[in-house]
């Protein structure tokens, strides 16, 4: 009954604003509302018809300076309702009643990938650094990476609710899984520091780098590697991992053909709001030309102008307006506007801020200013400052320390 009702209270999304919450609510310290972006588990769900297409992304945009490319340039609503569901966690579906764990089985070595036959060990033991093997075999990623939703290969069977619970207390398991996501950082030029997730260039960075650069295919990998850290209890490894790409692609400038996947899916995979906020602001900080920003808070009117009352005056304006107001009688003849002028002038000027505040966006307003540079920049090779971290990453913690100390980087 739970379920149903569940399901019933459930509305599908129509539009991008309706699939990103990330600007809801403008705190840093918000939670995640119980059933919605938290744990990744919830009560129904299924992979059915939730992402058999979520690998079959459209290539990058391109992107340029002149006004006309900007000017048609919009978010994706397929990327927005495809990561809306997996935040959500698959809403409206029902998982299958009986589960073979096969994607359990496979990291216990018990059975091989399907269809090439090849076991778990085999590719943590011998496909690191063959660069080519990981590049051109297409049917390994979605066994590595496992999600509640199809992929492209078939023979691959999606995740559910038990068995992601049987993986998550499985140690075996888990130290396979950690393993697999360090072949893959490598193959992407990128290498795990510690325990907590946090990420750097690896020695062999430059050669890799271009290749990522060139070979956009990986960039759905990113997305579905993203997708499985959360699903088998590693959410925490996601904000590192994102804000390293982010900077190569916008600061660096070594991933420029990254920076639509980074910003347009990246981002979205994670399901805390204020960890996507941060990264978002910290883009937004470095993105040429910044008034084609899409990924910014929605534009707003101010309450007072929408319903046409009369505008409060930000606090620093007034005390403006304070200070000439008791300007000294000698000081009128020293280029200072009559009161009666000073009145007209300051309505012209209120008028003209409104204006421009109804034009402009909340992120380009100086307490965003502030709040951007507040993330500040780290060079690419320094161990990057990791964002705040959800709801029981304390235990998560505990868990992946004792996990790792058997588990060489």
Known sequence: MG?????????EPSTVEECDSTWETDSESDEPQPGEEDSG??????PTDSGKCAEQLVSPQQFDDSQESTAKMKRSFYAAKDLYKYRHNYPNYKEPRQSEYRNLRFYMNKIPLVPDGIYIEEILNKWRGDYEKLEHNHTYIQWLFPLREQGLNFYAQELTQVEIKEFQSTREAKRRFLLAYTVMLDFFGIALLDKSGN???ASNWQDRFQHLNESQHNYLRITRILKSLGELGLESFKPPLVRLLLEEALVQGTLPNMLHSALEYFVFTLRDRAQRRTLLRFAQLHYRPPESFLWGPPRRRRAGVARGTASVKPAAQQEKSGAKSRAAPEDAGKGLVSPEKEGVRGEAEEEEEEEEEEEGSLGASKVQKREEHSVGTRSPSATPER????????KEQADMEELMDSTPL
């Open 199 to 201: 990420v750097t260039r």
């Open 3 to 11: 379920n149903l009702m569940g399901s019933w209270r459930y509305k």
């Open 387 to 394: 964002p705040r971290a959800g709801r029981g990453e304390g």
């Open 41 to 46: 588990i919830s009560e129904s769900i299924s």
